[in-house]
């Protein structure tokens, strides 16, 4: 099982203020994801990162994917309240299609 | 609806009873996923789907639990005679192609 381990655990901020959660693995993924998952909710995928070096810009959120993929970092230029949520990174397991390995997730609250 | 729909929302039993959890995957999506969400945990991989292979079972914690897809699209994920430590919220996904996953909202289910 290919393990992801995310940081922080916990991020709170004021709004405005800029962010960075990190997704590390000592393994090579083929491809990395970000979700994000509001309370009640299931997780919705944002962005797929495939090319070592890659980096994808979403609006306010910029991914990058290591040089190595291994590792992936989403950052967040003026946070707003409604960026609130559970930030979830995934992989796929190497042994089952496409089915995914998750990191537990950065829990980030972005206060007016 | 158009997305992925499960049932119930929110399912309390008693320890050593049996539960069927419900996906509605995605129409004409080929691959479905049933995934554990739990404190401390993470969301944690239990069964795969794709079209008429059989499933990938690998991530089923037990015999107690099993799952079955119908005509190809919707699934039961049953467990028996469950046990306080199945507490979670379990989620289902379906996806067309590659690792790009919709998820449902799923089901809270408390052991009691």
């Known amino acids: 099982t290919q393990l992801l381990e995310q940081s922080p655990q916990f991020l709170s901020i004021q709004e405005g203020e800029n962010l960075t959660v990190y997704c590390n693995s000592s393994?090579?993924?083929?491809?990395l994801q970000w979700y994000r998952q509001e309370p009640g909710e299931g997780p919705v995928l944002l962005v797929t990162?495939?090319?070592?070096?890659e980096v994808k810009k979403l609006k306010r959120l910029t991914f990058q994917f290591g040089d190595a993929r291994k590792d992936s970092s989403l950052h967040i230029t003026a946070a707003q309240p409604g960026d609130t949520g559970l930030y979830l990174c995934?992989?796929?397991?190497?042994?089952?299609?496409?089915?995914?390995?998750f990191g537990k997730g950065t829990s980030l609250l972005v206060t007016p | 609806g158009a997305g992925v729909s499960q049932s119930p929302s929110n399912k309390v039993t008693e320890k050593g009873k049996d539960v069927e959890l419900r996906c509605d995957p995605i129409?004409?999506?080929?691959?479905l996923y049933w995934y554990r969400q739990s404190l401390g945990q993470g969301l944690e991989f239990l069964i795969y789907?794709?079209?008429?292979?059989?499933?990938?079972k690998s991530g089923l914690p037990s015999d107690r639990f099993s799952a079955e897809r119908t005509g190809g699209s919707v699934s039961t994920l049953t467990i028996q005679r469950t046990q306080q430590e199945d507490s979670a919220v379990y989620l289902c996904?379906?996806?067309?192609?590659?690792?790009?996953?919709?998820f449902g909202p799923g089901t809270r289910l408390t052991v009691l």
């Open positions: 996904a379906s996806s067309l192609a590659g690792p790009w996953q919709f």
């Open positions: 393994s090579v993924f083929s491809s």
């Open positions: 990162v495939v090319t070592g070096g």
């Open positions: 995934a992989g796929p397991r190497s042994d089952s299609g496409y089915a995914l390995n």
């Open positions: 129409s004409g999506h080929t691959a």
């Open positions: 789907f794709q079209g008429n292979s059989a499933p990938d």
